[in-house]
């Protein structure tokens, strides 16, 4: 992989208009002086770009003046900056191949940095490898851990992992870092993207049980043997197990687990209680949860199994808590 070799200040671009993408533009066009936003409907970035909000994904917060806003990838990445950019990939995992195809000559020659969270159906493929996938020795990083896009646009302290292999991260770090959003640094993306992406699957678990009355202690003991099955197939990807104790897996497990912010805790809520889910929710943790659960079969991870069996209507609630209650007995080391 080649180095991230930053020179500051490099243009920094979202990319994706969702409320986190728009929640990272609004941050660092405060605090780094500028950034841009991008999306793929022109009409709308038009609309946004006159009304200065995001109503839609991020009501009442304003856009400041010095954010660059547009649905031209070329403007927003800045062609003056080719080769020692930044640019944010914060468009959901499924829809993150379709963006480097269409865009990748554009895309080549900045640090990609990933700020979804999930595994691509179909591949099993995280985030950075498909990225790596499409961009041949592209710069990447992921940026991930316990963080609601309303409390980063408000300015409330929020620390989250960044990851990578790079050697010169530390500038990378340096470049995104600000007042309220403090930035940890690991060499690790594979435990990080994990931790990101299983925790989700985790939460629309624990959802189903407060959705479905089983009670908060249920709810803990799901948390519990979740994080332990986590950490587990962390492991069994070659991640080292330390970083999901970190921001990015345990931290974000509890964040999201406890939370109606969370739309994967809501999605999980409404599922338990027979209700409809959210219209037009992006719910990374239901394509996470296929994923992992149809490429790793035979592999002993109940949680995920049983939320992909749920989801697909393999399973009632009733049947899947018996289920896991009926495992054989065991010793929790």
């Known amino acids: 992989m080649k180095a991230l070799r930053m020179q500051p200040p490099a243009p920094v ?24 936003l991008w999306g793929r409907d022109a009409e709308r970035m038009e609309a946004l770009r006159i009304s200065r909000e995001n109503a839609a994904h991020l009501p009442g917060r304003r856009l400041p003046g010095k954010l660059r806003i547009s649905a031209e990838i070329g403007e927003a990445l800045g062609e003056g900056g080719a080769g020692r950019g930044i640019a944010l990939l914060a468009v959901p995992t499924q829809a993150l191949r379709s963006l480097l195809r269409t865009h990748r000559e554009a895309l080549a020659g900045h640090a990609l940095v990933v700020c979804c969270k999930g595994v691509e159906r179909g591949t099993g493929l995280l985030p950075t490898e498909v990225v790596e996938s499409e961009i041949p020795g592209a710069r990447t990083a992921v940026l991930t851990g316990p ?27 340096a470049a995104l870092s600000l007042a309220t959003l403090r930035l940890y640094l690991s060499d690790d993306p594979v435990g990080a ?5 299983l925790k989700n699957v985790v939460a629309i678990g624990a959802g189903m049980a407060i959705g479905g009355d089983f009670g908060e202690s249920a709810r803990s003991a799901l948390m519990t043997r ?10 069994l990807r070659k991640a080292r197990r330390e970083t999901l104790f970190g921001l990015s897996g345990f931290g974000d497990l509890v ?3 406890t939370s109606t912010q969370s739309r ?8 338990g209680a027979g209700k409809p889910p959210e219209e037009k929710a992006t719910v990374e943790g239901v394509m996470t949860a ?32 018996e289920s896991l209650l009926s495992r054989p007995l065991r010793r929790e080391d």
Request: with cysteine; net charge negative; aromatic share 6%.
């Open 290 to 321: 296929h994923a992992v659960s149809e490429a790793s079969a035979e592999e002993d991870l109940p949680v995920t199994h049983m939320v992909s069996a749920l989801l697909k209507g393999e399973l009632s609630i009733g049947e899947a808590v």
């Open 226 to 235: 979740g994080f332990a099955e986590m950490v587990r197939y962390a492991a």
């Open 13 to 36: 671009a979202v990319l994706g208009a969702g409320a986190f993408g728009t929640a990272l533009a609004v941050v660092l066009a405060e605090g780094a002086g500028s950034a841009a």
């Open 255 to 257: 964040l999201t687990c």
């Open 147 to 173: 963080s609601f896009a309303a409390d980063i646009a408000a300015g409330k302290p929020t620390a989250l992992t960044l990851a990578t292999r790079d050697p010169e991260g530390e500038s990378l770090q």
């Open 193 to 197: 993207q994990l931790g990101g992406a």
């Open 264 to 271: 994967n805790y809501r999605h999980g809520l409404a599922f």
